[in-house]
């Protein structure tokens, strides 16, 4: 049984930084992404910034130079930085972990943290 679970969001007022964290747990092998996501209410759910396990980055337009992702599949780990908030990044963030073993692909899915941006 393999759980996800993110932390780290909270209420910031615009302008703040919040640091998300994700951790995964359980039997899982193979990591080769790590990502964060976000959905409001009414409209897709949407990347905003990934990390795979050959070390490639890649940042929604929406957040770059504004955010920072940093994992550790070694660890299970994947966090996001996110500095410069702003009220257009009120969202629940969702981190999913995506990976292949056995050669079937797999992803998980955390429950997700809300971030609010509001002063």
């Known amino acids: 049984q393999v759980q996800v679970v993110e932390s780290g969001g909270g209420l910031v007022q615009p302008g703040g930084s919040l640091r998300l964290s994700c951790a995964a747990s359980?039997?899982?092998?193979?990591?080769?992404?790590m990502g964060w996501y976000r959905q409001v209410p009414g409209k897709q759910r949407e990347l905003v910034a990934a990390?795979?396990?050959?070390?490639?980055?890649n940042y929604a337009d929406s957040v770059k130079g504004r955010v920072t992702i940093s994992g550790d599949s070694a660890k299970n780990t994947v966090n996001l930085q996110m500095n410069t908030l702003n009220a257009e990044d009120t969202a629940v963030y969702y981190c999913?972990?995506?990976?292949?073993?056995?050669?079937?692909?797999?992803?998980?899915w955390g429950q997700g943290t809300q971030v609010t941006v509001s002063s």
């Open positions: 359980g039997s899982i092998f193979g990591i080769t992404f």
């Open positions: 999913k972990i995506g990976g292949s073993r056995w050669s079937k692909n797999y992803e998980y």
């Open positions: 990390i795979t396990s050959g070390g490639r980055i």
